[in-house]
């Protein structure tokens, strides 16, 4: 049967969504299909390396995957948490604690990090589809095109050779490192006319140590680099906070100090660590001693901060951290790498993005043949061929660098006639926009749709839901209210009134709101438990977890999701952008 291994963190936000997407994926895929967890702890999330452990507990027991989706269904991972879990799938609770905490399966956790490592395999979330690899969370519309691809290869496979189609079996580390794992580094650009031709290319362009199409990649004023004057040129980009992320340095080193390549690490950070990125860029240090650094992170991966210490003290090393440069330098390394849909671990040789693992025969040949295209280029000199390569390469739009490539939002025609404001034409673009009426990055996104709505060309349909917490099992005050309001046609002076609440989920509050206007406050009491009600913010809560939106506001124009400033002539050009690739023909 063919096999989607799932290398997930039960602690972390985005592994919990990829394991309830890849579900999804795999249910509708139509062919019987084994999907098997492989819990990789982090060692950042302190509960983790429980969760693991109960969770190859749970696989023992013959209940691994009902577990984990019990498991992701609860807030938080406490004993009680593991425990009602294994109770809900179907385990006896009694031996279920006797074997989580059995020192053969505290040992497995282990066991089962190392046989991940050895595939390749160097963040979570990772995914084997049929031996194929992918890293990241892919958006729904890809996962379910690379899981058609790889069932179609899949079937072309003669029963003598299903093992290696499946790829390795993951178990001992020895028999693991013999796989081939290629992981797509970051995000794949898209830019196509519709979402199943972006999803078509996509997978086209993921093939086991190829080089993608070319990127107009340019360097930072001050690059983190060794080499110089060499034919081939490896911009990598780095977040020194995450580890993994630097898996191959030892490989580019080795090639950087013999002259064969000129490497530029530029840091970038991904997450809420950011003093180390921020400590490279803001060290005042000689060359070589930057060379020094850069030397330790390709080595150790997380070695940087134990250079950067020795070199300037402790005291230093926070003084860089927060220095002045440093924030605008971070900041500059960020766009450059958004302009080239760089994510950390993204690697380019010679402007073409590297899709394969660092290291290894086939990214021997990859440098070997952009050596030869190199010095194919007669008539120019050593030092500028870079430039001449990546001058026709491809460089985002600032509009493109603010929306994420297209994603299937499902259940959100269920939700269309809940919270929206503005008339549904051919013209219109869909503005899904879900917001926290206590913060005021919502309210500043809230009230700039809300112009775009009125100046804008073309025109905007907004349609709004809260993702504030909720007080009561199952009802969030200010959630229920916008929807009832919305069920009267005044979402958007309910919203509006919401935003300039003390304390939006106050039900006196609210019963205010309604009187003024022109609703009468009793059916807030009548509708607000009721069952559409209910499911309507049901289906909310599960689009929160399944797309990942962990804070508010969070904005999808058309089916993609804006991730640019909240800023009123930034989000129009997006609108504009969607708006033409709606009307572009098929």
């Known amino acids: 049967m063919p096999t989607v291994r799932l290398f997930v963190d039960l602690q972390d936000a985005t592994s919990r969504t990829a394991w309830l997407r890849y579900r999804a994926a795999v249910k509708a895929a139509g062919t019987p299909v084994r999907m098997v967890a492989h819990p990789m702890p982090l060692g950042r999330n302190p509960r983790a390396r429980s969760a693991a452990a109960a969770a190859l507990a749970a696989r023992q027991m013959g209940h691994g995957n009902a577990f984990v989706d019990a498991l992701l269904q609860r807030d938080s991972l406490t004993d009680a948490d593991f425990r009602a879990a294994a109770r809900g799938s179907g385990l006896a609770v009694a031996d279920f604690d006797k074997r989580r905490s059995a020192p053969a399966t505290v040992s497995s956790v282990e066991r089962e990090r190392s046989a991940a490592i050895a595939l390749g395999v160097r963040a979570t979330p990772s995914a084997l589809l ?29 029963k003598a050779a299903n093992s290696d189609c499946e790829g390795a079996k993951v178990g001992a580390a020895g028999s693991a490192s013999r796989a081939a794992f290629d992981v797509l580094r970051g995000r794949v650009s898209k830019n196509n006319k519709t979402a199943a031709s972006t999803a078509g290319s996509t997978i086209a362009r993921v093939v086991p140590g190829r080089l993608g199409e070319r990127w107009r990649v340019a360097l930072p004023k001050s690059p983190l680099s060794l080499g110089d004057n060499a034919n081939v040129t490896v911009v990598w980009y780095v977040d020194p906070s995450q580890p993994r992320c630097c898996s191959g340095g030892r490989s580019l080193l080795a090639r950087a100090q013999a002259d064969e390549v000129r490497l530029v690490v530029i840091p970038v950070a991904n997450g809420p660590d950011f003093a180390p990125a921020s400590a490279l860029h803001g060290m005042k240090t000689t060359e070589e001693q930057r060379a020094h650094v850069v030397r330790q992170l390709l080595k150790h991966g997380g070695g940087p901060l134990t250079a950067l210490a020795k070199l300037l003290g402790l005291r230093g090393l926070a003084r860089a951290a927060a220095a002045p440069q440093a924030a605008v330098e971070l900041a500059a390394a960020a766009a450059l790498a958004a302009k080239v849909a760089a994510a950390p671990g993204s690697l380019f040789i010679n402007g073409r993005r590297w899709l394969g693992p660092v290291g290894g025969p086939s990214f021997a040949a990859a440098i070997s043949a952009a050596r030869s295209e190199a010095r194919s280029l007669a008539g120019v000199s050593t030092t500028a061929r870079y430039a001449h390569l990546i001058a026709h390469g491809r460089v985002r739009s600032a509009v493109e660098a603010d929306l994420e490539p297209a994603e299937e939002l499902s259940g959100l025609d269920a939700l269309a006639d809940l919270g929206s404001t503005g008339a549904a034409t051919p013209k219109a673009v869909d503005a899904w926009l879900f917001v926290d009426f206590r913060r005021m990055g919502s309210r500043a996104a809230f009230f700039a749709l809300k112009f775009l709505q009125s100046h804008g060309a073309p025109p905007v349909r907004l349609h709004l839901a809260s993702l504030t917490s909720t007080r009561e099992p199952g009802v969030s005050p200010a959630g229920a209210a916008l929807l009832i309001a919305a069920r009267h046609g005044k979402a958007l002076a309910c919203a509006t009134r919401l935003f300039g609440a003390s304390d939006p989920d106050d039900w006196r509050q609210l019963r205010r709101i309604f009187k003024k206007i022109g609703l009468k406050p009793r059916l807030l009491a009548k509708q607000s438990r009721s069952p559409g009600v209910r499911a309507a913010m049901a289906k909310i809560a599960r689009l929160k977890r399944e797309h990942d939106m962990l804070q508010a506001p969070v904005l999808y124009l058309g089916s993609r999701r804006y991730v640019g400033p909240i800023d009123e002539n930034r989000i129009a050009a997006a609108v504009k952008f969607i708006a033409r690739h709606k009307e572009a023909p098929q």
């Open 130 to 158: 049929m031996g194929r690899g992918v890293s990241g969370l892919p958006p729904t519309v890809t996962l379910r095109a690379a899981l058609a691809h790889a069932l179609r290869r899949w079937r072309t496979c003669n």
